[in-house]
């Protein structure tokens, strides 16, 4: 099926920052890690693991509509030297992907390509979520302070 110039272009755009999320969520997961936060590494990893089945939904959808995926292009990759860093750095992507997401969702119901819309709003609730995971380990943060919580995240058990 052919697909919509318009369309296919936002579809590379989500794609490339999907790419560029695995990378980042990947490599915070492999030096928490290596630092012993076992619990905010699994979640870092289960996020890379996330971002690879949206990018697998990107492909498979411009494959779908006659396009090519643009697996060659991507964002920084914001690598955090500690945890707070690698947090803030993952709000930025997650509250860019929404305002990307947002975009493109409307590009879609402008192109009337409802099967792409539903898709993206599928990955937006997902990055919505992540956000507000992120805003939650920001604010248990501010009460407990850091050090607590890398104490905490040392614990594979529990929240």
């Given at each position: 099926?052919?697909?919509?110039?318009?369309v296919?272009?936002?579809?590379?755009?989500?794609l490339?920052?999907?790419?560029?999320?695995?990378?980042?969520?990947?490599?915070?997961?492999?030096?928490?890690?290596?630092?012993?936060?076992?619990?905010?590494?699994?979640?870092?990893?289960?996020?890379?693991?996330?971002?690879?089945?949206?990018?697998?939904?990107?492909?498979?959808?411009?494959?779908?509509?006659?396009?090519?995926?643009?697996?060659?292009?991507?964002?920084?990759?914001?690598?955090?030297?500690?945890?707070?860093?690698?947090?803030?750095?993952?709000?930025?992507?997650?509250?860019?992907?929404?305002?990307?997401?947002?975009?493109?969702?409307?590009?879609?119901?402008?192109?009337?390509?409802?099967?792409?819309?539903?898709?993206?709003?599928?990955?937006?609730?997902?990055?919505?979520?992540?956000?507000?995971?992120?805003?939650?380990q920001?604010?248990?943060?501010?009460?407990?302070?850091?050090?607590?919580?890398?104490t905490?995240?040392?614990?594979?058990?529990?929240?």
């Amino acid at each position: 099926m052919k697909g919509d110039k318009a369309v296919l272009s936002a579809l590379n755009d989500v794609l490339m920052a999907e790419l560029t999320a695995i990378n980042i969520y990947y490599i915070h997961y492999k030096m928490q890690v290596d630092w012993g936060y076992d619990k905010v590494a699994a979640h870092s990893r289960e996020e890379s693991m996330g971002e690879m089945k949206h990018a697998d939904l990107m492909i498979d959808r411009i494959l779908f509509l006659d396009g090519v995926p643009n697996m060659q292009k991507y964002d920084t990759v914001l690598v955090g030297n500690n945890v707070e860093a690698q947090l803030k750095n993952q709000y930025k992507i997650e509250i860019a992907h929404v305002t990307r997401l947002r975009k493109h969702i409307k590009t879609c119901l402008d192109k009337n390509d409802f099967g792409t819309k539903e898709i993206l709003d599928g990955i937006l609730e997902d990055t919505e979520e992540s956000v507000d995971w992120i805003e939650t380990q920001f604010n248990r943060i501010k009460d407990i302070g850091i050090q607590n919580y890398l104490t905490e995240s040392m614990n594979k058990e529990g929240n």
